[in-house]
């Protein structure tokens, strides 16, 4: 049983920075993509950044140029290094791992953003 488990939230001033880590246990595949979503209250789940099982990278156009995504497969451990924090990147941020058969989703991990 593969688990996620995701740190690094918490409470910055507009402009700040934050990095958020996500770390798996178990047995995973070899062969995996992993991402960062988001969901901001009242609204639905959207991805932020995301690693293909090739190692393309994909963002969110409203986080462009400031978020960045990185993993280490030895760590087992995905990251999101946010920079230029506005207050809408304020919500519950969640890290997920996706197998060719299965597809894992941590527990969430609280960011706001507010002076």
């Known amino acids: 049983q593969v688990q996620l488990v995701e740190s690094g939230g918490g409470l910055v001033q507009p402009g700040g920075s934050l990095r958020l880590s996500c770390a798996a246990s178990g047995s995973i595949s070899s062969t995996y993509a992993t991402g960062w979503y988001r969901q901001a209250p009242g609204k639905q789940r959207e991805l932020v950044a995301r690693i293909s099982t090739t190692g393309l990278i994909n963002y969110a156009d409203s986080v462009k140029g400031r978020f960045t995504i990185s993993r280490d497969n030895a760590k087992k451990t995905v990251y999101l290094q946010m920079n230029s924090l506005k207050p809408e990147d304020t919500a519950v941020y969640y890290c997920?791992?996706?197998?060719?058969?299965?597809?894992?989703w941590g527990q969430g991990t609280h960011v706001t953003v507010s002076s």
């Open positions: 997920k791992l996706q197998t060719s058969i299965r597809t894992y």
